[in-house]
């Protein structure tokens, strides 16, 4: 199944026509479904197209004074949750659980840190997945990766991983149940309907033909992405002449942008310029996951870019993504010491350069899963004992309050 750029068609010229329409709905995508012109797609996109925004301008504005906070160094952000969000996971009893693990921990790093922090999960949008491959084999069967459940199932099957747009309306219902709860929760907290740290939504904005149909127009006339209030560029469609960046550089939330090894200071600066050209504090976030063995010698040259480029930007450590390994039984896995080791080494090189290190940015499960080494899970040996993810390897809750406590 090959990538394919899925924002070219008629279909997705429609939105354009309801003033919403820009670069992005032209220019090459990497990582998008192979749709095979399925039937559906313009319905899909239209139906979307429709559907209230699932966060609103006001929770927008907020979130971006709480960043620029932290891009002063006032604040700390979590951004936490699953690798790849589950369909059957968005009842209120999992929202429940995956709040209560994201509000622990932030309390942990807010009593470690003493200072506030502002708590964003990964979730509410988080279904689908860039893969470095587009086939797996599974128990001796090559079949299509596994793109999250925005777009197939998870079962191995060629006509399981058939791409279905049909599943974009299910995403979004989804995704609409969890925005609710999580303003229910924020209103609980007695902060307000747009008001205090959280806990907001985030998910890589990977799934064109999702995102633009989503894309509103304030009566400001500004531009609002309506499907989470934090959407990020992963370390694969960062492209500065891609249809990811236009549409994320087009809207007026505040974003961020993985930032992998193998991105050199300029083509950060050049990023950092397309995304920020204001240089508004509580724009932009920049997530450094290069593993543990690189961050030491790549972050200093892009930091000192950045901070020539004026970019007041918030510093986050992925320390998850650039250390993923694989088990002898074949399972990838993540060595908790090596999390840390990288988590470390991110806050050395910002404070060596005067800049805050803003949080954290992890792939954490609301169970006691046991896809990674360290902490309670003893060995390799153990990690199929829970191992439940639909894609990458997440700590468990005592691990990630193990990490924090290691790194603050």
């Known amino acids: 199944m090959p990538d394919t750029p899925a924002v070219t068609t008629e279909a997705a010229r429609a939105p354009a026509e309801r003033g919403t329409g820009g670069p992005w709905l032209w220019l090459p995508a990497q990582q998008q479904p192979a749709w095979s012109g399925h039937g559906d797609l313009g319905w899909v996109r239209d139906r979307l197209s429709e559907i209230p925004p699932l966060v609103a301008a006001d929770e927008i504005d907020t979130l971006t004074a709480d960043l620029a906070r932290a891009a002063?160094?006032?604040?700390?952000?979590?951004?936490?949750?699953?690798?790849?969000?589950?369909?059957?996971?968005?009842?209120p009893?999992?929202?429940?659980?995956?709040?209560?693990?994201?509000?622990?921990l932030g309390g942990h790093l807010r009593r470690l840190s003493g200072q506030p922090v502002v708590e964003v999960g990964r979730i509410g949008g988080q279904f689908g997945k860039p893969r470095s491959s587009p086939v797996e084999t599974v128990d001796g069967v090559e079949v299509p990766a596994f793109r999250g459940h925005i777009v197939h199932s998870e079962?191995?099957?060629?006509?399981?991983?058939?791409?279905?747009?049909?599943?974009?309306?299910r995403v979004h219902a989804a995704s609409a149940a969890v925005?609710?709860?999580?303003?229910r929760e924020r209103v609980r907290r007695g902060r307000g309907r747009s008001a205090g740290p959280g806990p907001w939504t985030s998910?890589?904005?990977?799934?064109?033909?999702y995102e633009a149909p989503l894309v509103r127009r304030e009566a400001d006339g500004r531009l609002l992405l309506g499907s989470t209030h934090l959407p990020w560029l992963g370390d694969r469609t960062r492209g500065l002449n891609a249809a990811h960046l236009a549409l994320l550089g087009a809207v007026a939330n505040p974003v961020g942008c993985k930032i992998g090894p193998a991105a050199t200071p300029e083509d950060v600066a050049r990023l950092c310029a397309r995304l920020d050209p204001d240089r508004a504090p509580g724009r932009l976030v920049l997530i450094v996951r290069m593993g543990r063995a690189r961050v030491a010698e790549h972050l200093p040259g892009i930091v000192q870019a950045v901070r020539r480029g004026g970019h007041p930007?918030?510093?986050?450590?992925?320390?998850?993504h650039?250390?993923?390994?694989?088990?002898?039984?074949?399972?990838?896995?993540?060595?908790?010491?090596?999390?840390?080791?990288?988590?470390?080494?991110?806050?050395?090189?910002?404070r060596r350069h005067r800049q805050h290190p803003g949080g954290f940015h992890l792939e954490v499960a609301a169970s006691d899963v046991t896809e990674c080494v360290g902490g309670t899970v003893g060995g390799t040996a153990a990690i199929g004992r829970r191992y439940t993810t639909l894609c990458d390897p997440r700590l468990n809750p005592e691990q990630a309050h193990e990490l924090l406590a290691a790194c603050v």
């Open 155 to 169: 079962t191995p099957t060629p006509e399981a991983r058939r791409p279905d747009p049909l599943r974009m309306l």
């Open 322 to 350: 650039g250390n993923t390994v694989h088990a002898p039984d074949g399972r990838k896995t993540r060595h908790l010491d090596d999390l840390v080791a990288e988590a470390r080494a991110f806050q050395s090189v910002l």
């Open 203 to 209: 998910h890589e904005a990977l799934v064109l033909d």
């Open 179 to 183: 925005a609710d709860r999580l303003r």
């Open 93 to 104: 009893a999992h929202i429940r659980a995956k709040t209560s693990v994201l509000a622990g």
């Open 72 to 91: 002063a160094g006032g604040a700390r952000i979590l951004q936490a949750g699953d690798c790849a969000e589950d369909l059957r996971e968005c009842t």
């Open 313 to 320: 930007v918030v510093w986050l450590s992925d320390p998850m």
